[in-house]
């Protein structure tokens, strides 16, 4: 209590200061907002009277000339005036703006023009006036252009005046003055050309000003009825008689007075909560650094332990790891990564409620392995890792593997329903196959792809040769992107023929990789790479739109129409845009949809039916053909195909190979000619090698074939040669 109490004052004089710099602040903020607000508006100030004294310039600067012009003439004419009226009339016509233009020799207004409504300044003394007087001489003096105003006219109105001396000989020693050319320009009708009048009725303030010659004194010209602030933009009007200069202003008094007020009592009101705050925090700080502490500790298990399983998760495993390892350094250890064989189909067909719980039952299991010096942690989805701590030699990892396999094989039971798993195991040992926590899970989880494609639910540990083998594959990888960015691909195109006509109608187009080191490189050899790295779509498009520019330049080049089949891999059947991109390329080309086919195999179809039916009905009825491909090696049922727009079934040349000596493939052959022709599909034999076989075919009512007995897959320019079919003996072949 006594510690409290002393800490109490402190904690006040604390919060004051706190208050005190937080309301400056706050003073300070809503001040620099205030002075942004002004510099703003003192911005688009800059930018309206711009505009609007751009309007008054070229308006004044035309007016004022025609003085001048006016003056050049009587001096051109040497001082003869008959001419006025209609060079006026002209000049006011051509110029605009101008009220009237006046002539008065020795200073006295002689001829105006119009006449009408301005007779009665004939005769004034425009040079004699007191009031006139000292700017008419200092012009006069200097022999250059002036202005006058604003001038109360005898006439009536307001008027801004420019006038001209004129000397006739002008620069001989003859010269002599003659009198004043003067333009008039009634201010009323000069502001009515701007918005300064509206500008005033929407609160704006505005003046319009030039310098006395004599005296520089500022002369308002015109100016709103209330008088400029202290926020205001000038700009100059450069003018044959000089610089006028027109302003514009407008009051923030009261926006002004409103932020600032707002800003303060808000400062004041953050500041006072923000130091009761910051004292109630001074005054409790055993219980806050309890309560940090506590919080300290929540979030560092939220950051290092996997919420579903309750193991360490990767992020403990990096931090960690080192430490363990330098502690572990005079021992043999292993690192064990292994992922669920074949989780994912539990997730997509049971749900990821189920998928959770058998996670969470698999981290159980894994546990109870585990012995005082290892290490179980979820490295996140369906994968784990197990660094077994102290062991003597690989046969000790070996058994720990075992042990693992054994574990995750044992029947999971769930809801009274029993799951069966497997799991591969990649191993590295440490410190033989890396120190590092990089290098030993890149080397497991190289070995983990090996124990995968020899087949799953076992382990492999890590060599050198993995190395190498992912080294080359990452070699191939790179080799294939570059093949698709440097267009090495061709197409070959194998014949597609009609068993009763002889005739070829038809082909299948074939991608070949023509590599710039390894040649010619056939689609088994690159086609599931590109499965695996996705780069199978893109491949996909490159025969796509090369297939359709190929069937364009032969409708250019005049040559027979055929049926071109493209073979399309499951990605692309789940590409949202495919039906799109498809249409588009046709349209590109000219291509009819007629020309194509589609070969989807059995396998591509299954993997998500109801998708793959809703698409290929798209594209049929677009009059696409849609054929079967490999047809009796998948699994597909009579009541899938019937359901689907198919027009050919492919028949798998494993059944047409042994069709002369083996009875079931025969009977295998003839059913699915049958059943198709039922559904009123038409079928194509592959890998017709013999006459033999195209004589059985045909008996069997197969529509089409295909295969080396015709022709292998050959090139474009081979197969525009369209070479006819010869028929020869089994015995020349």
């Given at each position: 209590m006594k510690e409290a109490k002393l800490k109490q004052p402190s904690a006040i004089i604390i919060s004051c200061i706190a208050f005190c710099i937080i309301a400056l602040f706050g003073t300070y903020w809503t001040q620099s907002t205030n002075d942004s607000i002004i510099d703003q508006q003192k911005s688009f100030l800059h930018g309206l009277s711009r505009t609007q004294a751009s309007i008054l310039e070229r308006r004044l600067s035309s007016a004022f000339t025609s003085a001048q012009i006016l003056a050049f003439e009587v001096e051109h004419n040497n001082g003869d005036n008959e001419w006025f009226e209609e060079y006026a009339n002209t000049l006011i016509q051509s110029i605009g703006g101008i009220e009237n233009l006046q002539l008065a020799p020795d200073g006295i207004i002689e001829k105006i023009y119009p006449l009408e409504g301005n007779a009665s300044a004939i005769g004034l003394d425009?040079?004699?006036?007191?009031?006139?007087?000292?700017?008419?001489?200092?012009?006069?003096?200097?022999?250059?252009?002036?202005?006058?105003?604003?001038?109360?006219?005898?006439?009536?109105?307001?008027?801004?005046?420019?006038?001209?001396?004129?000397?006739?000989?002008?620069?001989?020693?003859?010269?002599?003055?003659?009198?004043?050319?003067?333009?008039?320009?009634?201010?009323?009708?000069?502001?009515?050309?701007?918005?300064?009048?509206?500008?005033?009725?929407?609160?704006?303030?505005?003046?319009?000003?030039?310098?006395?010659?004599?005296?520089?004194?500022?002369?308002?010209?015109?100016?709103?009825?209330?008088?400029?602030?202290?926020?205001?933009?000038?700009?100059?009007?450069?003018?044959?008689?000089?610089?006028?200069?027109?302003?514009?202003?407008?009051?923030?008094?009261?926006?002004?007075?409103?932020?600032?007020?707002?800003?303060?009592?808000?400062?004041?009101?953050?500041?006072?909560?923000?130091?009761?705050?910051?004292?109630?925090?001074?005054?409790?700080p055993l219980r806050l650094r309890k309560l940090v502490k506590e919080k300290t500790t929540e979030l560092q298990q939220l950051a290092y332990q996997d919420p579903l399983t309750g193991l360490p998760n990767r992020r403990y495993l990096q931090d960690r790891l080192p430490m363990i390892l330098y502690s572990n350094q005079k021992r043999i250890s292993a690192f064990i990564y292994f992922d669920l064989d074949n989780f994912k189909r539990i997730n997509d067909t049971i749900g990821h409620d189920v998928g959770d719980k058998v996670l969470a039952l698999v981290a159980d299991r894994l546990n109870k392995l585990k012995g005082r010096s290892d290490l179980v942690v979820r490295l996140g989805g369906d994968e784990f890792g197990i660094l077994i701590g102290d062991i003597n030699d690989q046969k000790e990892a070996e058994t720990h593997a075992n042990k693992i396999l054994e574990s995750i094989r044992a029947p999971l039971k769930m809801d009274t329903k029993d799951y069966i798993l497997s799991t591969s195991l990649g191993i590295a040992m440490i410190p033989e196959h890396g120190y590092d926590l990089v290098t030993i899970m890149q080397n497991a989880d190289m070995a983990l792809y090996q124990a995968k494609s020899k087949g799953k639910n076992q382990f492999s540990f890590y060599t050198e040769k993995m190395k190498i083998s992912t080294h080359n594959l990452i070699q191939v990888e790179d080799d294939l992107s570059q093949a698709l960015q440097e267009n090495e691909f061709e197409l070959y195109f194998q014949p597609q023929f009609d068993l009763k006509t002889n005739q070829v109608f038809g082909a299948e187009a074939l991608i070949r990789w023509n590599h710039p080191q390894k040649g010619l490189i056939f689609p088994n050899d690159f086609i599931p790479l590109a499965e695996n790295t996705g780069q199978v779509v893109a491949l996909g498009y490159w025969v796509l739109e090369n297939s359709i520019k190929y069937l364009a330049k032969r409708k250019q080049e005049g040559r027979p129409n055929i049926l071109?089949?493209?073979?399309?891999?499951?990605?692309?059947?789940?590409?949202?845009?495919?039906?799109?991109?498809?249409?588009?390329?046709?349209?590109?080309?000219?291509?009819?949809?007629?020309?194509?086919?589609?070969?989807?195999?059995?396998?591509?179809?299954?993997?998500?039916?109801?998708?793959?039916?809703?698409?290929?009905?798209?594209?049929?009825?677009?009059?696409?053909?849609?054929?079967?491909?490999?047809?009796?090696?998948?699994?597909?049922?009579?009541?899938?195909?019937?359901?689907?727009?198919?027009?050919?079934?492919?028949?798998?040349?494993?059944?047409?190979?042994?069709?002369?000596?083996?009875?079931?493939?025969?009977?295998?052959?003839?059913?699915?000619?049958?059943?198709?022709?039922?559904?009123?599909?038409?079928?194509?034999?592959?890998?017709?090698?013999?006459?033999?076989?195209?004589?059985?075919?045909?008996?069997?009512?197969?529509?089409?074939?295909?295969?080396?007995?015709?022709?292998?897959?050959?090139?474009?320019?081979?197969?525009?040669?369209?070479l006819p079919i010869v028929h020869r003996d089994d015995a020349q072949l």
């Open positions: 425009v040079v004699s006036m007191p009031r006139l007087r000292e700017e008419a001489m200092l012009a006069i003096k200097d022999k250059r252009l002036f202005a006058l105003g604003p001038v109360p006219l005898v006439q009536g109105g307001v008027a801004v005046i420019s006038r001209a001396p004129i000397f006739l000989y002008r620069g001989t020693q003859r010269e002599i003055f003659w009198g004043l050319a003067s333009a008039v320009i009634y201010l009323d009708n000069l502001l009515e050309a701007t918005q300064l009048k509206q500008l005033e009725n929407e609160g704006y303030q505005y003046s319009l000003s030039r310098k006395y010659a004599g005296t520089n004194e500022e002369i308002i010209l015109s100016s709103s009825f209330t008088p400029l602030n202290d926020i205001q933009a000038s700009t100059d009007l450069i003018l044959p008689v000089g610089t006028w200069t027109l302003s514009i202003s407008k009051t923030l008094d009261a926006q002004l007075t409103a932020r600032s007020i707002t800003g303060y009592v808000i400062s004041l009101l953050v500041a006072f909560l923000l130091s009761i705050a910051l004292y109630a925090i001074l005054i409790q071109l089949h493209i073979n399309l891999a499951s990605k692309q059947l789940c590409d949202p845009h495919f039906v799109t991109l498809v249409q588009e390329l046709l349209i590109r080309y000219q291509v009819p949809a007629t020309s194509i086919a589609f070969e989807i195999t059995e396998t591509s179809i299954l993997e998500d039916i109801h998708l793959a039916r809703d698409l290929l009905q798209k594209l049929k009825d677009m009059g696409i053909g849609i054929a079967i491909d490999d047809f009796g090696t998948g699994y597909s049922s009579l009541a899938q195909l019937k359901n689907l727009p198919v027009d050919l079934l492919k028949i798998d040349r494993s059944f047409v190979t042994d069709l002369e000596k083996d009875p079931d493939d025969r009977k295998i052959v003839e059913a699915i000619i049958a059943m198709a022709h039922k559904l009123n599909i038409k079928v194509l034999a592959e890998g017709i090698e013999t006459r033999a076989q195209w004589k059985m075919l045909a008996a069997f009512q197969c529509d089409f074939g295909q295969g080396f007995y015709v022709s292998k897959a050959v090139t474009e320019d081979e197969f525009n040669q369209g």
